[in-house]
Structures are given as structure tokens and as C-alpha cells.
Nanobody, 124 residues
Framework: QVQLVESGGGLVQAGGSLRLSCAAS????????MGWFRQAPGKEREFVAA????????SYADSVKGRFTISRDNAKNTVYLQMNSLKPENTAVYYC?????????????????WGQGTQVTVSS
């Protein structure tokens, strides 16, 4: 069992930046590929970014490429999502997730553990 706790959400103006953090409860954090997903009101949860267990490989949704950066610190059991040049359409609840498999994935069905989410609101 892995417990994930997100933090760092909030209200920001368009063009601003936020850094989300997700702290994991287990020392075997480095055994999990990690992902960030988001869900806007009335919409399905969607993929944002993923990172491999080592951190050497990353993947991004087309809509956030060049603006968002996923990273991890296995010594701190934490994964981050740096979000720059935020847009109102980025408003959503952001979730981190952990995957027990060997590879990162863009498919939310392949993730085993989820955090409770953190709200990000971007005003125009």
C-alpha cells in the first residue's frame, strides 16, 4: 500500500507558475513509476505527465509540453510537477498516482495508487 499526498495547489493568474508536490509514504518509492493527472469540472480525468522509476524518462500530454515539467527525488519519496505559463483551461484538480509496473504509462487504468488531489485554479 502506498499513500500519496499532494500539495502546492492554489489560485494563480494566467501566465503564472505553480509547483505541485506529491509525497509518498513508502521507502520503496523508487520502485514505482509516477504520473500526474487532472480532472476539470464535468470532464473525465486526463493524463498530464509521467516519469519512470529512475526519473530518466518522462512523458507529457501535448497540451502541456514545453510548459510543465515532471521530476522526482527518490531520496525524498517525492514527485513534482512544475507548471509554468498557466492558462485558465489548466484549472482542475490535479492528482498524482503510482504504478507498480516497470514502465511509466499515460493510461490512468494502469495506476494502482492515487492521492486525494489538489485544486489548481487559474484566473484570466
Amino acid at each position: 500500500q502506498v499513500q500519496l499526498v499532494e500539495s502546492g495547489g492554489g489560485l494563480v493568474q494566467a501566465g503564472g507558475s505553480l509547483r505541485l508536490s506529491c509525497a509518498a509514504s513508502r521507502r520503496t518509492f523508487s520502485s514505482y513509476a509516477m504520473g500526474w493527472f487532472r480532472q476539470a469540472p464535468g470532464k473525465e480525468r486526463e493524463f498530464v505527465a509521467a516519469i519512470s522509476r529512475s526519473g530518466r524518462s518522462t512523458s507529457y500530454a501535448d497540451s502541456v509540453k514545453g510548459r510543465f515539467t515532471i521530476s522526482r527525488d527518490n531520496a525524498k519519496n517525492t514527485v513534482y510537477l512544475q507548471m509554468n505559463s498557466l492558462k485558465p483551461e489548466n484549472t482542475a484538480v490535479y492528482y498524482c498516482a503510482a504504478r507498480s509496473g516497470s514502465y511509466m504509462s499515460e493510461d490512468l487504468r494502469e495506476y494502482d495508487y492515487w492521492g486525494q488531489g489538489t485544486q489548481v485554479t487559474v484566473s484570466s
